[in-house]
């Protein structure tokens, strides 16, 4: 048996942004600040530990990080289904849709999902 291990963003599909308009959004209504995410790479990181960095850059190391990463990253849920919705250039990956439904076919294959993305 084989485990086939995906990420979601870059590997499955392209969102054209919408993660990242989402979190500055929900940084934007929790902490006031615009363009939260500029200068943040989200690359290889959790959903929670782009938030960590975010705040430590925006507001510095204060007691109340754990409970402003919550209600950011609910905000950020909050947004984010409407920044997909509203993403032109979100899809599918090439050439994935295939992959998935040949490897889901075969006995000696098992698919999942290895991401730092948190569920909706």
Same mark, same amino acid.
């Given at each position: ?37 500029? $200068? !943040? ?7 929670? @530990?782009?938030?960590?960095?975010? #705040?430590?850059?925006?507001? =510095? &190391? ?32 090439? $050439? !994935? ?7 889901? @076919?075969?006995?000696?294959?098992? #698919?999942?999902?290895?991401? =730092? &993305?948190?569920?909706?």
């Amino acid at each position: 048996m084989k485990l086939l291990l995906f990420d979601v963003d870059q590997t499955l599909i392209f969102t054209g942004g919408a993660g990242l308009r989402a979190l500055d959004r929900a940084c934007r209504n929790i902490l006031a600040v615009e363009n939260a995410t500029q $200068g !943040i790479s989200p690359h290889g990181k959790t959903d929670p @530990a782009i938030i960590r960095e975010i #705040l430590l850059a925006r507001v =510095g &190391n204060d007691s109340e990080i754990e409970s402003r990463l919550a209600s950011i990253l609910e905000s950020y849920l909050f947004y984010l289904k409407d920044e997909v919705l509203a993403s032109e250039r979100y899809h599918v990956l090439p $050439g !994935i849709a295939d992959i998935l439904a040949e490897m889901s @076919a075969r006995a000696d294959v098992m #698919l999942g999902l290895a991401t =730092g &993305n948190v569920e909706l």
